[in-house]
């Protein structure tokens, strides 16, 4: 199974801050890459998919990057609302689906 | 657009067998989706479980395989788990979720997972 890892696994920032997220994959999954949003008690929330195109009303302050093994989820102005736990998922191994550990987004 | 809502008993004893339900509204079950199950332990990250169109073709985890069986419903435009053998290692929120795909030029991509049910905690215990 592909292994998908994150970093880091959580960080404190303040409302305003551009905030990048890491995932690695442990063998290259083109551009097969998802990221979801979690709040607590909630169910995650599609944010992105093939690594940068942004869901339907997705706020544009989320983008996503990178192909191979390398990607990057990059928040540019934190907003209240983001303090989340954001998590990756590859489908390049279908249907053998993993996501990330995720990476909680704390606020200062 | 597009809902999903998970039922079935919280509480199921060790060795037994887990069973819930996703109910599809806004929307058909037979339409070229797949439907997944996701599970998250109190506190950990998300696995996948296994999915099934409406054909009936399943695809598992292959961690899980061997216990969980995947069904649908069509008339009733629903989906079911079913997770044998429970462990407290089962207890987890469990989620069901629309898997999306698309064509791009000759070749499908995916899935993704988009909408999510609200998700119904199981806690294996006796």
């Known amino acids: 199974a592909i292994r998908m890892t994150q970093s880091p696994s959580s960080f404190s920032a303040s409302t305003g801050d551009r905030v990048t997220i890491t995932c690695r994959a442990s063998q290259g999954i083109s551009s097969y890459l998802a990221w979801y949003q979690q709040k607590p008690g909630k169910a995650p929330k599609l944010l992105i998919y093939?690594?940068?195109t942004l869901q339907s009303g997705v706020p544009s302050r989320f983008s996503g990057s990178g192909s191979g093994t390398d990607f990057t989820l990059t928040i540019s102005c934190l907003q209240s609302e983001d303090f989340a736990t954001y998590y990756c998922q590859q489908y390049y191994s279908y249907p053998h689906l993993t996501f990330g550990g995720g990476t909680k987004v704390e606020i200062k | 657009q597009v809902q999903l809502q998970e039922s079935g008993p919280g509480l199921v004893k060790p060795s037994g067998t887990l069973s819930l339900t996703c109910a599809v509204s806004?929307?058909?079950?037979?339409?070229?989706?797949?439907w997944s199950w996701v599970r998250q332990p109190p506190g950990k990250g998300l696995e996948w479980i296994g999915e099934?169109?409406?054909?009936?073709?399943?695809n598992y985890n292959p961690s899980l395989k061997s216990r969980v069986t995947i069904s649908v419903d069509k008339s009733k435009n629903q989906f079911s788990l079913k997770l044998s053998s429970v462990t407290a290692a089962d207890t987890a929120v469990y989620y069901c979720?629309?898997?999306?795909?698309?064509?791009?030029?000759?070749?499908?991509?995916?899935?993704?997972?988009?909408?999510w049910g609200q998700g119904t905690l199981v806690t294996v215990s006796s």
């Open positions: 099934i169109y409406h054909s009936g073709s399943t």
């Open positions: 806004g929307g058909s079950i037979s339409s070229s989706n797949w």
């Open positions: 979720a629309r898997a999306i795909t698309m064509i791009v030029v000759v070749i499908t991509t995916g899935p993704w997972f988009d909408p």
């Open positions: 093939a690594a940068s």
